[in-house]
């Protein structure tokens, strides 16, 4: 017990734990059951792998989830970037509290919200909606995540690094290219990972912008369930379980490697 | 312009930020092949005088010239400048050597002439094989040389040198001294350093100007600002001094005789003319001041007692109260007779008036 984790706190580490990741596991553990019964274990297997690949209609709402998350992810990034930028380098600009709580918005509205907002807008238009008009609902929700990332690079940015590649002979554009895009490259990196596991795992936004022949991947889970639990669902959870896992290891750990060389 | 025409001249440049003037209708000529030295308190303008060279700036008023081009108008990247920035401003992402070729992979050089030119920077500024390093992995003086090739490794016509010491430690300053003034003199690129310390500029500069409230009150070799400051604020701000205020009464040759409000007749030289009755100060360099025991050469001085007496650098400090209340500093060299005196001895303190100053400004 020399670190000092006595017994007591060890078990308020487990317990912890076990509430927070007890039913992931679950999850995880039942895909790999060779029983019917979702909840009786029979045995190991990967059959329902095998079954779920055999799935059209699952594979093909998770390719559609893939699809739109990495368009919505990309184009998060490419303007919550922007709008880190106008709101930390172009100085008081009028409507700039407006425009800094209206980018910051989606994060407190309630999601149900959003989605009801951008129905009405939609049907309001006449635009059909599917494949875009989730890309959308989803660019709103991710863009600002995207902001809030890559601000907080920028406020810490040395501009000096700026001017001594202008000293050295490099126009604006490529001072941006050479020192700016590789110093926040990190930061956006990690705000593209988190927008495309918040579209991956959107299912509240998706149901209200889908149309037919765009049901992504939550929402076609969340209709087989209604027609019974089968082990398949287990299955494609563990795999989207993976997915959002790596996806935020990565997010992280971007985040985190590139903290020292910052530091000096 | 012709042969002989300054590197850089400024003319007539201001710079205000709102209502505060930062730079004021000031006018500059620096030749080529000078280590030029830009000295005053922070907030004098200095900074915003470089800036203003280097481009990041453009000027309210007045124009800059770089060997007889008016570049007022031409933006950072295109200015044959170059700076070196007082955080260094190394790029944290890119190798010491890539920080280095930079500049020439900016210039669109060939990849060979870009390892000769950087190979050959390192050596000169004596990191050879640290190329490969990235900059978190070296030490506060090895960043500094990098800034330092990284800036020259160009060529430019001029370097502009922010505040280059400041983030080192006294030591390795005073050796980075050295090293600044023999990258001078190798590259023969005129070297214009800002610094709010005095004697950074004293050693290295052949020439400096003293900067107050945006605008140059003296400029001139460090001797002539050390020995002939022309103000009390360059004397007070340049090197230690002891100051005597009072009234001209009367006229000596090369000089003018005053009296303190406490009664001290000081003879001193002068440059000026000041009409009987004009306030002025005497300065006196605290070396120029001598010690005798009172009674035996009383004249220009006053009797005081010794209150400190300090060694320092192989020189006796003194600290002396006249009786007058002013506390005169005195230095000099052991071994010239002053190793009799101590704290608490009254003594006579004095100074021959070609060694004093009265400044009427």
């Known amino acids: 017990m020399k670190r000092g984790l006595s017994a007591v706190h060890l078990a308020v580490l487990a317990g912890g734990f076990a509430f927070l990741y007890v039913p992931i596991a679950l999850v995880i553990l039942y895909s790999f059951n060779s029983s019917r019964l979702v909840t009786v274990w029979g045995g190991f297997s990967t059959q329902w792998y095998m079954s779920l690949f055999a799935n059209e209609q699952l594979l093909a709402a998770a390719s559609i989830s893939l699809r739109i998350a990495l368009v919505a992810a990309a184009l998060s990034t490419v303007l919550g970037t922007c709008a880190a930028f106008a709101l930390q380098r172009f100085g008081r600009f009028r409507l700039r509290m407006m425009f800094a709580g209206s980018l910051y918005a989606p994060l407190v509205m309630p999601e149900v919200i959003i989605g009801l907002a951008l129905l009405l807008l939609f049907v309001g238009l006449g635009i059909g909606r599917g494949f875009w008009t989730i890309v959308i609902g989803h660019t709103t929700l991710g863009l600002c995540f995207v902001t809030v990332v890559v601000r907080a690079r920028l406020v810490g940015f040395d501009r000096t690094l700026e001017e001594a590649a202008q000293d050295l002979g490099a126009s604006p554009a490529q001072t941006f290219r050479t020192i700016t895009l590789p110093l926040i490259a990190p930061a956006m990196a990690a705000g593209f990972l988190l927008a495309f596991t918040i ?20 929402m076609r889970i969340y209709s087989q369930m209604r027609l019974g639990l089968t082990p398949e669902i287990n299955a494609i959870s563990t795999l989207l379980i993976g997915l959002v896992g790596v996806c935020l290891l990565f997010a992280t750990s971007i985040i985190r490697f590139r903290a020292p060389s910052e530091a000096q | 312009m012709g042969k002989g025409a300054p590197l850089l001249r400024l003319e007539g440049v201001s710079k205000c930020y709102g209502a505060t003037v ?41 124009r800059v010239f770089l060997d007889g081009l008016d570049i007022t108008d031409l933006p950072p990247h295109l200015r044959p400048v170059n700076m070196m920035f007082q955080s260094y401003a190394l790029f944290p992402h890119m190798s010491v050597a890539k920080n280095i070729a930079f500049g020439l992979r900016q210039e669109g050089r060939t990849r060979k002439e870009i390892f000769a030119r950087v190979e050959d920077m390192l050596r000169l500024v004596q990191l050879p094989g640290l190329g490969d390093r990235r900059p978190d992995q070296l030490s506060g003086g090895q960043r ?26 006294r030591k390795l300053r005073h050796e980075t001294q050295f090293e600044l003034m023999q990258a001078q003199r ?29 605008q140059i009150v003296q400029i001139g070799s460090p001797r002539e600002i050390y020995e002939e400051p022309t103000s009390r604020h360059v004397a007070g701000f340049v090197g230690e001094t002891n100051f005597f205020e009072g009234r001209v009464i009367q006229y000596m040759p090369g000089g003018v005789v005053l009296e303190t409000s406490k009664g001290l007749r000081l003879e001193s030289f002068c440059r000026d003319h000041p009409v009987i009755g004009t306030r002025v100060t005497i300065s006196v360099r605290p070396e120029n ?39 005169v500093h005195l230095r000099q060299n052991q071994g010239e007779g002053v190793l009799s005196f101590d704290r608490g001895m009254r003594v006579f303190v004095s100074f021959a008036p070609e060694h004093a100053r009265a400044l009427v400004r």
């Open chain 1, 199 to 218: 579209s991956l795992d959107d299912f509240v936004i998706a149901s209200f912008t889908s149309g037919p022949g765009s049901t992504t991947l939550p």
């Open chain 2, 22 to 62: 930062a730079v004021d209708a000031l006018s500059l000529d620096i030749p080529h092949n000078e280590f030029f030295a830009l000295l005053g308190p922070s907030g004098c303008g200095k900074t915003s005088l470089m800036r203003l060279i280097a481009g990041f700036e453009t000027p309210d008023k007045g």
């Open chain 2, 144 to 169: 500094q040389r990098v800034a330092l090739g990284r800036a020259l490794v160009k060529r430019p016509k001029l370097l502009l040198l922010d505040e280059p010491l400041a983030a080192l430690d």
């Open chain 2, 186 to 214: 190798e590259t023969g690129t005129s070297f214009v350093v800002v610094t709010h310390d005095q004697d950074e500029a004293m050693v290295m500069a052949h020439r400096m100007a003293v900067m107050r409230a945006g």
């Open chain 2, 289 to 327: 001041m001598r010690l005798s025991a009172p009674g035996i050469l009383s004249s220009n001085g006053g009797i005081g007692e010794i209150v400190d007496h300090v060694f320092r650098e192989g020189m006796s400090s003194f600290r002396i109260r006249l009786e007058t209340g002013d506390i």
